[in-house]
Structures are given as C-alpha cells and as structure tokens.
C-alpha cells in the first residue's frame, strides 16, 4: 500500500535499537511515557491543529465509526498528549507533566523519499513551564537523542512566531505584502493568502521563495515579553555550547505554535530533510479544555533519522546456539538454552535431528561463535561439547543441563576472550 511498510528485520533491529538508545537519554531528563490511542475523536486535530493547516485539510484519515462519531487516525501526538494529560489530571498550574511518547503516525500525504503515509514519531511534551529554560532544555534534548542516534552535521533552525499580541499585527504586514504581490505568488500561496498567510513563508516553490525574501520579518514585529522570550532562549542555547541559526522562515505545519519553534535539518535526507521539530504552544492546554499553562515539545521522525543515522551497530546475531543431534536431545536442549538465557545470553535453539554438518552450517550462518552441542554421548555423560566455531574446536568444558545458567555463560564467555577454564 503506498506510504504503508512492512519493517522487516534488520530495519526492525536498528529500529529498536535507536528507540532504546533514546529512551535512555529521554530517561536521564527524567521524562516518562505517556501511551495515547492510535484513533482520537477527529474534532480534537481540527480544534488543536487548526482548520486551515495542511493537515487538517487533506491529509487526515477520517472515517466515521458505527455509532456516527467521526474518528481520526492520529497525524501527530501533542493534541492526543494534552487531552490525555488533562483528562488524567496530570498537569496543572503547579503541576509539570514531562512525558515522552512513541509510535505510528498518519498523514495522507504524497508518499516520496523520507515521506510516508505511516510513520513513526518519538516526541516529548512539557506541560506547565512556560519560561525560556524549559525551551532552551527541550532543545538541548532534542540535540542529544539525536545525537544519541549517531547522527552528525545536522543543522539547527530557530524562530520565534510571536503570540496572540504579536502575531496578528505581523499576519497584517505579511497579508499586505502578500497582496502587493499576489500575481507572483503560486497557486498554492494565493489560497495561503486568504486563509493562512504565515504559511506564505515556508511554501517550497522557488519563486515564492525568491519572493519572500523581502517580505516582513516577525522578529521587528515580536512585543517585549516575545523578544525578551527569544532574546533568553538564544543566550541559554549559546551558553550550552549549542548551535542555531535562526530563520525567519521557519513558521511550522500547525496553528498551535507560540513564541518558539525550531527544526534539524539533517543531510542525506533529500528534499524531506527536517528530521525533528518543535516549538512552544502556551496557548493548547486551555483551548483543550485544560489550565491555563504553557506547553512545549518536539517530535522526531524515526525512518529519517534511521535514513540519516546510517549504521548504528551491529545487527543482531545471537552468541551462542544449543543443537540437539538426537531427537532424544530435544529435553535437555531445551532446558540449557532457558538457562543460558535467564543468564542473559542471546541464544538460538536449533531444530533437532539434524546431521552434524548440517548443525554446523546453521551455527556458521547463524554468525554464533559457540555451538553447544548435545548428542547421545554427551546425554550419557550428562554434557554438552562446546564448539568453539571460530577455531573449529571443541572445548573440553563441563555443561551440564541442569546446571546454573549464569555460572555456565559466564565460562563460555570466558573462552571467547582466551581465558578458557578447563573442568
Ligand atoms: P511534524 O509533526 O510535522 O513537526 O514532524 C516532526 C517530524 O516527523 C519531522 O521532522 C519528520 O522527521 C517526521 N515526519 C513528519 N511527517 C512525516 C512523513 N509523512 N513521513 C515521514 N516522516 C515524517
């Protein structure tokens, strides 16, 4: 189906493993998992999102469940995040909500490279800080999963959009503009204009581009609180040691954003190079029925950060593989693999029955260093031979299958790095 994947195994490995990767920094800025529906009641992204974003307009999945509600698969998270937060009571005035969250999204867009129609997003929300710090600290997080994620040379955008006092005016100016321009616009931008002229900066068409150039920048049209708000998050991010540019371009996909908002772009990606963004959304958790507190957060997109990260490690092999030679073996194959896997070893049981050569050349394909052996001799001696498959040998150490797990791993390992203890 096109912009739907299967992910198979490897990708489904470094998918994993770049998840785990972030979750460990995600779990070091003391964040915790929210988990939030796949389907939400459609009003809840025309009311967060904005009618006029693209969004909203064309790419939602929409369709009406049997008892008439309107049901919509989830485009993005943050919408699903603050209603779940307010409904479970989870954020409030004196209460911060730092929650992460991870999984499948949906947008019906034109699928192309790095452009799916379900993709994966993992993404954090602060609910209830509204100073530039919390800014300043979600996108040092950002940074560092991405970093995490073994990316390099990404690039960091920052802008700030202003708010309900500023940004009006500014749409005003950038109206007019776009006005006094309007037959140079695409067609695109000249529906933009009328609906929601700030998307008129990030439309992708050259022209348009070449145009908006001279076009009103926000940053000579922010209000003091909105400038002094951007003025500490660049300062905070210099501190850091963190890099930006600002561009007064960057406006962002939906409606809710205030005051801060930033991308990475990332190389190797294409056209669709954003691999992550965000911004501050102050006012969402009131319009959704909340408190009246600030919100910030940011959302990273897992097939392009896998397209962009490259290799991130070593696909999964397993280190050690049990093969019964005898169907009689089967029992006691079975009872050393769950011990050597309770003691943490990724271990691979194979079928029995198999000739001896036929074993070896699964272990081989297998990648395992170590086959343990079990045939009707080493049942008689209560035993398994531990091939060493890298050296073509047998070790003579004492396996039994009902001994301690831990104590067994931990002497095959040990012959992996030379130090072989003999029974
Ligand atoms: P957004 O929610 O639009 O701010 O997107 C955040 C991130 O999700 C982007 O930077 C992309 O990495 C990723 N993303 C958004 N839309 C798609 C898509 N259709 N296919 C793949 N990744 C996407």
Redesign the pocket.
């Known amino acids: 189906m096109r912009g739907f994947h299967d992910v198979l195994p490897p990708q489904s490995e470094r998918f994993h493993r770049i998840e785990r990767n972030l979750c460990t920094v995600l779990d070091s800025y003391n964040y915790v998992e929210i988990r939030t529906p796949i389907a939400e009641r459609a009003e809840l992204f025309a009311r967060s999102l904005g009618e006029a974003t693209d969004i909203v307009e064309k790419e939602m999945y929409t369709f009406e469940d049997r008892d008439g509600t309107m049901l919509t698969l989830r485009p993005?998270c943050t919408a699903s995040v603050v209603r779940a937060a307010i409904e479970g009571g989870l954020a409030g005035r004196d209460r911060v909500a730092k929650l992460y969250y991870l999984g499948p999204m949906f947008?019906r867009?034109r699928p192309q490279k790095?452009?799916?129609?379900q993709?994966h997003?993992i993404g954090v929300e602060v609910l209830g800080r509204e100073d530039a710090l919390a800014d300043a600290e979600v996108v040092a997080l950002l940074m560092d999963c991405l970093a995490a994620a073994g990316l390099r040379d990404v690039k960091l955008l920052l802008n700030s959009l202003g708010d309900a006092t500023c940004r009006p005016g500014y749409r005003t100016a950038l109206e007019a503009f776009g006005r006094a321009h309007e037959a140079e616009l695409c067609e695109t931008c000249k529906l933009r204009l009328e609906r929601n002229p700030l998307r008129l900066l990030d439309c992708k068409e050259e022209s348009c581009r070449a145009l908006m150039v001279d076009a009103p920048r926000l940053r000579e049209h922010l209000c003091d609180e909105c400038r002094t708000h951007f003025n500490d998050v660049e300062r905070l991010l210099t501190a850091a040691g963190i890099e930006f540019t600002v561009d007064p371009t960057l406006v962002?996909?939906l409606d809710y954003y205030v005051r801060t908002a930033f991308?990475v772009i990332a190389p190797g990606l294409g056209a669709?190079n954003?691999?992550?963004?965000?911004g501050r959304y102050d006012g969402l958790v009131a319009a959704l029925g909340g408190a009246p507190i600030g919100g910030v957060g940011f959302?990273?997109?897992l097939?392009?950060l896998l397209m962009s990260a490259g290799s991130t490690g070593e696909d999964a092999t397993p280190e050690m593989c049990v093969i019964p030679l005898t169907e009689a073996a089967a029992a006691s194959a079975l009872q050393l693999a769950r011990a050597l896997r309770g003691a943490g070893a990724r271990c691979e049981l194979e079928t029995a029955g198999r000739s001896v050569k036929s074993a070896m050349r699964r272990a081989d394909k297998l990648g395992v260093r170590f086959a343990l052996l079990i045939g009707d001799a080493e049942i008689e001696a209560g035993r398994a031979t531990v091939r060493d498959m890298q050296r073509q040998a047998d070790h003579p150490l004492a396996i039994g299958f009902d001994v301690d797990g831990l104590t067994t791993a931990a002497a095959i390992r040990a012959l992996g790095e030379g130090e072989a203890r003999g029974c």
């Open positions: 993005e947008r867009e790095g452009r799916l129609r993709f997003q962002r996909g991308e669709q954003a691999v992550g963004g965000g959302a990273i997109g097939e392009r």
